[in-house]
């Protein structure tokens, strides 16, 4: 049974920092392309990042350049480094891991997390 585990999650204040982690069994983790995506209240899920088996990584343009998504696959653990966090950034944020290449559909990733909170206060 596969199993992703978000956390780190919390209350920040606007320009702090958060790493999410994310903690996957039942699969073989390096061969799969891990995601997150988030889902602030009343808006679609959106794509936020996503790393492949061979560590290529990609962002979303609301993101890129403030987050770094990075994988161990020693400890089959998938981490999401957040930087100069806006109030906009607020969200429940969700692991995803596709075994495919990973797309900023969600419709199209075979599993998830439950996700954990972020809350950026101005």
């Known amino acids: 049974q596969v199993q992703l585990v978000e956390s780190g999650g919390g209350l920040v204040q606007a320009g702090g920092s958060l790493r999410l982690s994310c903690a996957a069994s039942?699969?073989?983790?390096?061969?799969?392309?891990m995601g997150w995506f988030r889902q602030a209240p009343g808006k679609e899920r959106e794509f936020t990042a996503a790393?492949?088996?061979?560590?290529?990584?990609y962002y979303g343009d609301r993101v890129k350049g403030r987050f770094t998504i990075s994988r161990d696959n020693a400890k089959n653990t998938v981490y999401l480094q957040m930087n100069s966090l806006k109030p906009e950034d607020t969200a429940v944020y969700f692991c995803?891991?596709?075994?495919?290449?990973?797309?900023?559909?969600?419709?199209?990733?075979?599993?998830w997390g439950q996700g954990t909170q972020v809350t950026v206060s101005s």
């Open positions: 995803a891991a596709d075994l495919r290449v990973g797309s900023v559909n969600p419709t199209t990733w075979d599993y």
């Open positions: 039942g699969l073989t983790f390096s061969r799969y392309a």
């Open positions: 790393i492949n088996w061979s560590s290529a990584t």
